[in-house]
């Protein structure tokens, strides 16, 4: 098992920045990938960025490139999501994930965290 927990969402302007942190705890060694998603009310969820453990590839939703960026801290655990520029469209709760692939896959989520955007 894996648990998450994710820190830093708040209230900003729009032009501000928030950076998030997602904390990851128990059988950290098997993930392989970790990403921030988000949900609007009455939208999917939808994927904003991941990264890989091994090696630090990134992908973004077009949406967020160029405002925002994924990084990671391996020794810590911990996975990071700077947001610049936000919008108030960026609005949402941000959701930190923890992914398995192979043979024996899985899916963690934390509790999410609410990002609020004014106008």
């Known amino acids: 098992q894996v648990q998450l927990v994710e820190s830093g969402g708040g209230l900003v302007q729009a032009g501000g920045s928030l950076k998030l942190s997602c904390a990851a705890s128990?059988?950290?060694?098997?993930?392989?990938?970790m990403g921030w998603y988000r949900q609007a009310p009455g939208n999917q969820r939808e994927l904003v960025a991941a990264?890989?453990?091994?090696?630090?590839?990134?992908t973004y939703a077009d949406s967020v490139k160029g405002r925002f960026t994924i990084s990671r801290d391996n020794a810590k655990n911990t996975v990071y999501l700077q947001m610049n520029s936000l919008k108030p469209e960026d609005t949402a709760v941000y959701y930190c994930n923890a992914r398995r692939v192979g043979p024996f896959p899985g899916d963690y989520w934390g509790q999410g965290t609410q990002v609020t955007v004014s106008s």
């Open positions: 128990g059988s950290t060694l098997s993930i392989n990938v």
């Open positions: 990264i890989t453990t091994s090696g630090g590839s990134t």
